[in-house]
Every structure is written in C-alpha cells, then in structure tokens.
C-alpha cells in the first residue's frame, strides 16, 4: 500500500500581486483525498474556491506548498510532461461547459483522447459508451447550440471523463442550470464517482448540491475547514 493519499495537499498557499501589495488568497491549506473520495467545497464568492480548483486540475500554480497526485508532484514536471499528466489524470467541468461550438457531441468528448495516442476506435466507443451512460445516445451528432443547458453540462462530464482520470474537478457545475436539471447533474457525478472511482472534487454555491456529497468542507479565510450540513 501506498503511503501516501491519492490526492496529497500539503501548506498550499496562493497569492496574486497586485499595484497594492499581494493578495493573499489561500493560506496554507491541506487536504487527503483517496479515489473513491467525493467532496464538496463551499465559500463565499471571492474566497478561492475556482483558485484552489485551478491548482488542483494543473491549470494553475501554488505559491507555496505542495500538491501531490498518485504520489507525483505534477508542479515539479516541465510543461509538456505537466499537460500530459494532466490530460491523462485530470477531468475539469466548468460552470459554462466550454464545448466547442463547431464540433459535434461525439467529437467534443472525444477531443481529450485525440490529444494523447491519436484518435482510435476504442476512443470512439468509450466516448459512446460514457454518453450512452448519460442518456445522450441519440444525440451524438448534434452540436452544443441544438441540445440544452443540461445536456450540454452532461456532455461535458463525459468529455472530462473520457481518459479516465484519477481525478474529476467541478466548478460551480450546476450553477448555470435549474434547480430540476442541477439536481440530475449532480446525482450524475456522484454516481459516477463511484462507478469510475475518482477522487471528486465538486466546488458549488448550492446547499442542496453539497448536502449530497459524503464529504464538505468550506474555505474560510484561505484555508479549508470542514463544514456541518447546511441550510440553502
Ligand atoms: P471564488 O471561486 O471562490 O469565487 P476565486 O478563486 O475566483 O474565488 O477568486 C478569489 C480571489 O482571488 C478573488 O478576490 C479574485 O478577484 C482574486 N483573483 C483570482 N485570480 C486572480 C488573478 N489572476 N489576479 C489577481 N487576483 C485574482
Ligand atoms: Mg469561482
């Protein structure tokens, strides 16, 4: 057995400058995640939330502290081995889904997968198998604008999901969506969370999202704290 958490943060700080001095936006924060895990993060507009996310899916990086992912500390890679290791270990779903308009359903999923070994065929049936999972079957060949918010927001967990990553990273998924169709996004990645065994991450404004998860902490005043069931 490994000694060490699938995902390992350790005294991770963040600051930004500023013309005013620096902004001291994560303060030394740490987290144990093992596959399998789901947690939800909550905080208040401006608290981090999408700045600790964004390090921990590679898009950016720590002032400070340490990140290791299955025992590797990614920030210690150069740039290309760090986008492969993060094209291979990372899913991110943003609030705004971010799928190209000009490509089909099939082929938005797809485009992770294009980046590695090149397109295959075994490619290709993951991603109908992964939109067949979400009931999206029938509309593989449709472009983002001809399905809904919903849809779309289902599209893309599968595009995040579709190089089978350790990790599944979530800004604020449903926060575009109505409370109905949040609802079943939601159910959608914490089922699949167990079924593909990620680590889950799942940053959300909404109380009835994070009462869901297993696990919630909410970041207060740069750090990260566990959180009680709350109240919307
Ligand atoms: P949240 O997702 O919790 O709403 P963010 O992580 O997006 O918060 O932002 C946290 C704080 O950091 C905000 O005050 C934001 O303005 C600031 N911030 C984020 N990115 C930058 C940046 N690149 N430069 C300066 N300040 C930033
Ligand atoms: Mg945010």
Not at 112 to 123: E, M, N, S, T, V
Not at 166 to 172: G, K, N, S
């Amino acid at each position: 057995m490994s000694e060490h958490a699938d995902l390992e943060v350790s005294e991770l700080t963040k600051s930004f400058p500023t013309p005013d001095g620096a902004l001291n936006i994560l303060k030394g924060t740490d987290l144990d995640m093992q596959r399998g895990d789901a947690l939800a993060v909550t905080g208040p507009s401006g608290s981090g939330k999408s700045t600790l996310l964004y390090i921990l899916g590679l898009l950016d990086s720590p002032t400070a502290g340490t990140v290791r992912i299955l025992g590797a500390d990614p920030f210690a890679l150069g740039e290309a081995e760090q986008a492969a290791f993060r094209n291979k270990n990372v899913g991110f779903i943003f609030q705004d889904h971010h799928l190209l308009p000009q490509c089909s359903v099939l082929e938005n999923v797809m485009l992770p997968a294009l980046a590695g070994a090149g397109a295959d065929a075994a490619a290709e049936a993951r991603a109908r198998e992964l939109l067949d999972r979400v009931g999206m079957s029938a509309r593989v060949s449709h472009r983002p604008a001809q399905i809904s918010g919903g849809e779309r927001q289902r599209v893309a967990v599968c595009r995040a999901l579709i190089n089978q990553p350790a990790m599944l990273l979530a800004d604020e998924p449903t926060g575009n969506l109505d409370p109905k169709t949040a609802d079943a996004v939601g159910s959608l990645l914490l089922e699949l969370n167990q079924e593909q065994n990620t680590i889950l991450v799942c940053v959300t404004h909404s109380m009835s999202l994070a009462n869901r998860f297993p696990r919630r902490m909410e970041l207060q005043d740069g750090s990260l704290v566990n959180a009680p069931n709350q109240q919307d």
